[in-house]
């Protein structure tokens, strides 16, 4: 069984940043796809970022050149840093792995609120 822990999220001022965290335990998986997606209220979620196994990178155009994700595969944890905040940003942003077997594991969600 796969755990994730996220961690990072909070209320911030437009402009500002905040990073996340999602740690995942557990034993006898390899991660293949780590990634960020998020869902405001009344809204469907959606994809934030994704950093794959190899290196590669997706990024929603939304967030493209202020949003940075990165893995540390030792670690089995993925971050997102999040600069230039908006309040459009705001939502539960979730981590999500997929792991050797096609399996995707979601974490618990995390707030991130951007208001003055």
């Known amino acids: 069984q796969v755990q994730l822990v996220e961690s990072g999220g909070g209320l911030v001022q437009p402009g500002g940043s905040l990073r996340l965290s999602c740690a995942a335990s557990g034993s006898g998986f390899s991660i293949y796809v780590m990634g960020w997606y998020r869902q405001a209220p009344g809204k469907q979620r959606e994809l934030v970022a994704l950093?794959?196994?190899?290196?590669?990178?997706v990024y929603a155009d939304s967030v493209r050149s202020r949003f940075t994700i990165s893995r540390d595969i030792a670690k089995n944890t993925a971050y997102l840093q999040m600069n230039t905040l908006k309040p459009e940003d705001t939502a539960v942003y979730y981590c999500?792995?997929?792991?050797?077997?096609?399996?995707?594991?979601w974490g618990q969600g995390t707030q991130v609120t951007v208001s003055s």
């Open positions: 999500k792995i997929t792991v050797n077997g096609g399996t995707d594991y």
């Open positions: 950093a794959h196994r190899g290196g590669d990178t």
